[in-house]
């Protein structure tokens, strides 16, 4: 089973407190580390979603000893309310969203997430569904795919990594990791040593891109909120300075908004102590944030 070390683990059972018991939503369930935790930590039932069905079926092997108090749905985390409605729950004692990607998808094979070996351009988290890497840059516009490198990517070369991709696309020249990795390094201007690979900025927006990771967010969290019982808590965890811009501003608006929905937590986001990056150095862009509703 793939090694899984779960971000800011301990600081999310802290406030979450679930010790409380009642049933607990781990939005994104990925190999069920956070989920076992809370279970572990008095969670009387836990519902798991998560978009990716390897993913899930890791999760339903970690939660085996708990198998009679999971259940584990094949779903976006933005289907929340969705999911809950068929399974008649009105309202839930806590919920976790990490919307970090797991290194699983990210270093297996067949998956077109990595740059580190040549296959296919998928790049998606649910493969049953929506437009691969490859499919997009077929039909990319050049100044849209120069503004999601940009912004998403935060890639100063975006326009030229755009115009390269856009034209290559066009002959048919965009289908594996190892074409798209070969055209990003060769649109940038090579400075001097650089710690990371050129392509990394672009295939990190690229995915976030194919997979709508930024899509819908802040209406997730006001349903997920709506949906806690008085005094439950939402806590998330973002890796991506966008995704947590967009945590940030919702939980602030509805703790500022009268009468307030929820109260805040987390003033400034929780982040890795050095113990956790010495041992998971994946975790040092991790920020948690959490907030409690009031009625």
Known sequence: ?????????????????????????????????????????????????????????????????WRDRVELVHADYRDLPQVLDARGIAAIDGALADLGVSSMPLDAEGRGFSFQRDEPLDMRMDRSRGETAAD????????????????????????????????????????????????????????GFSRIDPATRTFQALRIWVNRELDGLDQFLEQAIGR???????????FHSLEDRIVKHTFRALAQREPALVRLMTRKPVVPGEAELAINRRARSAKLRAVERLA
């Open 228 to 238: 806690l019982r008085a005094g439950a808590r939402l806590a998330v965890i973002a």
């Open 136 to 191: 997009k840059l077929r039909s990319a516009d050049e100044t849209e795919l120069a503004n999601v490198i940009f912004t998403l990517g935060e890639e100063r070369y975006s326009r030229r990594i755009a115009r390269t991709l856009v034209a290559a696309a066009r002959h048919g020249g965009v289908e594996t990791t190892g074409q798209l990795a070969a055209l990003v390094r060769r649109s940038v201007p090579h400075r």
């Open 1 to 65: 089973m793939p090694t899984h070390l779960p971000v800011l683990l301990d600081e999310s059972l802290a406030l979450l407190e679930p010790a409380r018991g009642g049933l607990f939503v781990d939005c994104t369930v990925g190999l069920g580390g956070h989920a076992r935790a809370l279970l572990e930590g008095g969670a009387s039932r836990l519902l798991g979603l998560d978009r990716d069905a390897d993913a899930l079926a890791q999760a339903a092997e970690t939660l085996s000893a």
